[in-house]
């Protein structure tokens, strides 16, 4: 099964998806509208779903307040023809882009508002249009969000375009990251507040992909059900206390494009995400006191050591009756203040990630490793020992800059980096919103 | 940080666990209560907070509503001594399994009744005896269910008391069972409704057992918020319609221990766990009909073939226009009839299992890899294209035998094998539940 299973596609669909961007990309955003009659009769949702809107300003995701489950994936278009294996020339890997994005555009506007995705483009009309996952499911506040990465504007030879402070970036002390949750040109992030939903619109932006892009990392994560209180991470502290409030124009400076980008990318943002481990049982068998001091907060109630709420500023001036800072200058929250960005960071637990060898003889039960003292000492790591847990740190920004320059601080002196490790990195300019008819790239490719 | 973060452990907690043992073997269940003693006063669960109970005649989780989010993990029993590295007696391992069990069942008991899970065992005590990483929440009908391994009973001395029926899944033809995600010692199953508390539970279950016993592998599924109605698996179909109903003499017969089992396992039952990795994309690009067929239910309301509604009777002799029966004999339906189980499965959807290969010079967006055209042709598969998701297959049941007659036949003729794939099997027996003060491994251990 693993030929066929690990990308979304057929070989039929494959090759036919490409053959159409010549099409697509003379007709423009005809194609989305010919989904769209081609798609079943909508069926209305019912009373009481629970609908996030697709179209506006801004695209749907970043003010939404945060819900319950994240699915972020990375995609890269395709850089050769399916069957000729001849490299695709500038034009033809704009005319997969413009064919991709019209697909998502179309499916992630329908499932938003409950609908069905729309037919599977290139099937034969036999095969249903849907996978029927989520039939009797609620949209459940999904949202849909989309980006470009850096590498993504020579690809389409349109680096005049491209936002001015979109960079890779940098690599940092400490960091340990892998190619296999690292960088992407396409970005998506799907959101919800019910994970088969998300998992079933995932599966259906993945459908629209073969022959024009190839998947290249995909992350989940959750939060508990905090209410309106901020959600707490895998340390047990509040995460996300400090974010500017939606609305002000703290917020606006914070999160949405300067002036000086081009003007296509006016009301777009960026998305600074890494993949933070977390070392859990180093954290639990560390004292409160070790604990408070590394974040600089207190755990319980959130509140900076200086005193006070969740909410109340933190003095940093402030000592204790041994003359010391309460909150220590190389804690996490003295060296991350006032950074300008809107953190939505999700909550990641993989699990165990065992080895992946083969049963011997198909009797499991025999070949069960018991006798791994001699070859797997206890306090040993490596695969067998792994456990992965921690942090999708999330964050929107009007500049990624900022991101930079605050991680260089903390990989040098972060107490917090005796018990985290950045295991993934990327950037992504999110475009602004789209109107009704109008598709994710119609506003970079119209741009001169 | 992967030195460490592997198992959930200090080096000291798994000594100071380890030496322990011995006191515990003598002392029998007084750590129990010690361990209660000594946590913080419990702190009522809030009004509204649902909560499943933990003591019973049988163990929670089987007969109680399946909830959204499901963690399955192993546990071995370490065979040598954490420092002297010397193989370790029987006695020294039923003292283990004693401690590990006692700290499971106190633990376990605590946090469905939305307490804090007592102090860390043997931690200094000015460590947090609780991650806070479920502070606020409820649990949310959280239920531990803890499971014994074929293997287990021999390791402790006990092979008399062995339930009749546990005997290692064979192999199946097709089976592509991999270790990481098979068989084991000890086995739990954790659920409830919200993936945080879940989680946090996990953790717990984890921090108790360095020193004692070693994971092997954890999976987690999850439920679309389907309400009463059968929730659908990733193939889109109603999955558990033919289960017994609870209450039934038909549901005790099914799944509850026979007579004819060692007086301790009375009130026990048997868990099945495959783990089945479907095929989406070629399952999606399937005609309608070719995936009614495969199942022999209509996948829009779940009917049988032969008609009427989800929970009709199926017809199999019934025939078409064609003269064939509707009904296809080597449809799953047809296959699986009349199996005495407790269906409790959950969907899995681990997304794309990239490479772990690292970024080689830390400037990610520079290092994508964008040129695969070449070494890595659209249309295979390996590594770089593994996209896992499918199905958690749990059945509880009062004979194991029945599912390995059932999945003998499946493995040789069943339609749905084009499409699914089983790369993790196990068998646990599942005790008893417990009364106020009991443990885990009373009953067992107290049997002659």
Redesign the interface.
Known sequence: ??????????????IAAFAATAGAAATGGALVAGGREAAPAPRPARAGARLEPFHGAHQAGITTAQQ??A?F?AF?L???H?VK?E?LSTEQTVAAFRRLTEGWTVAAERLTRGLPPGP?PF??P???A?????????P?RLTVTFGL???LFE?IGREGARPRRL??????RG???????????LFVQVCGD????V?RA??TL??RA??LA???????G?????GD?TP??????PDGTTNPRVGTAEFDRAVWSDADEPAWFSGGTYLVFRKI?????????????T?DRTIGRR??DGAPLSGGHEFSEPDFGKKGPDGEPLILADSHVALVRDVPMLRRSY?Y????Q??????A??????????????DMP?????G????D?GLLFCAYMSDPGEFVRTQRKLAESDRLNAF??HTG???FAIPPGMRPGENLADALLSAT
């Open positions: 099964m693993s030929e066929e299973s690990g990308q979304h596609f057929s070989r039929r669909g494959a319950r489950y699915l994936a890269n395709e850089t050769t399916p294996g490299r599977m099937a034969r036999e095969v249903p849907d996978s029927g996952v989520a039939d009797d499911l609620e459940s990465g850096p590498d690809r960079t890779p970036i940098p690599g940092f960091d340990r990251l892998e190619k296999a949750w690292s960088g992407g040109e019910d994970l088969q939903t998992s995932f599966r993945r459908s073969p022959g190839r998947l290249q990392w995909s992350q989940q959750f939060l508990g059900a905090f209180a707490r991470n895998l340390f047990g502290h481990r977390m070392n859990l049982p180093k954290w639990d068998t560390s004292t409160a006191l604990q755990r319980s909550n637990d993989y699990g165990f065992g080895n992946r060898e083969p049963v003889d198909h009797h499991h039960g025999k070949d069960a490793d018991h006798d791994h003292g001699d206890v306090h040993s790591g490596g067998h020992d792994a456990y847990s985290i490790e990195s990327a950037v």
